[in-house]
């Protein structure tokens, strides 16, 4: 099981003793750098996941993957990557050197520069992460980003996040970015499907969060998830389900103003509750978070 131990990127880099050079913590990718074993580390992924996820992530994600120019065998160029991306949605990948402060990651996806982390996991860490690295950056995010929809939107989540920053409602809009662009659901003609980059990137996330009976399955509320907490040390509880990925378009032209205060005042929800006023796709019968508190 993969897991994130961070609310997107929010935190300092994890590691570093001090920041980098530049006050946007961008850093060389140093492709050249990479040794055999870490090209190993990523062919090892890159093969599983690929393999799991027709049927079972979005027509975009899968459609992203094949637009871009990524190789089973080797760890991307981010500047191959960004050539792509520049003439497809006006989108670039800038390497950090893990996770950045809040102010920095926000600024950089307000002008349209995805930070990806440029170091790759362990051998002994392919279904266990704390940090995100480079196969989570940029194997789970970067294909989405090739849609004009989730690239308006996670620019709009930029933007959002500095005036969060200033009204100090930050871990709400926090809740937003989870449970839609790391972990969210959409459905489809034939089905729910996932374009969450936690999930896409997650070797047993990717099957429990379509397939098994333990989580809820919720439909998409904005004010609803903005009251709700979330795992960040397993798999979630609840999913929330977008109808079309269109309706991110929505969020990213709203005035969140009110539902800060809205939230405020009203009751934060736990993971796996479901409200009487949830429209319910798929109850979870919760048996496999109660079966990890009872050992």
Request: glycine share 8%.
């Amino acid at each position: 099981m993969q897991t994130l131990a961070a609310s997107g990127k929010h935190g300092l880099a994890a590691g570093l003793g001090h920041a980098p050079q530049r006050p946007d913590w961008v850093i060389d990718q140093g492709w050249q750098h990479y040794t055999a074993q870490e090209h190993a580390v990523w062919a090892t992924l890159y093969e599983r996941q690929s393999r799991l996820l027709p049927g079972r992530a979005c027509d975009e994600f899968i459609r992203g993957m094949g637009d871009l120019p990524f190789r089973a065998d080797r760890i991307p160029d981010f500047e191959q990557m960004s050539r792509v991306l520049r003439r497809k949605t006006g989108w670039e990948v800038v390497a950090v050197p893990g996770l950045v402060p809040d102010e920095v990651f926000f600024e950089h996806l307000a002008h349209r520069r995805f930070p990806a982390g440029q170091f790759i996991r362990q051998p002994h860490e392919l279904d266990y992460l704390e940090e995100p690295d480079v196969f989570h950056d940029v194997f789970g995010h970067v294909p989405m980003l090739m849609n004009p929809v989730i690239a308006d939107y996670i620019q709009a989540y930029g933007e959002g996040g500095l005036r969060a920053q200033r009204l100090g409602v930050l871990d709400t809009l926090a809740r937003v970015y989870w449970y839609t662009v790391e972990f969210g659901l959409v459905r489809q003609p034939d089905g729910l499907r996932i374009y969450g980059a936690g999930i896409v990137s997650s070797y047993t996330e990717t099957c429990f969060s379509v397939e098994d009976a333990s989580p809820n399955r919720l439909r998409f509320d904005l004010a609803r998830v903005m009251r709700t907490r979330y795992r960040i040390d397993d798999f979630q509880e609840s999913y929330f389900v977008l109808s079309h990925l269109d309706e991110l378009l929505g969020l990213a032209n709203i005035d969140f103003a009110p539902l800060y205060a809205r939230a405020a005042i009203e009751p934060e929800l736990q993971p796996g509750e479901v409200l009487e006023v949830d429209e319910v796709i798929t109850r979870g019968t919760g048996r496999y978070h109660a079966a990890k508190r009872a050992s």
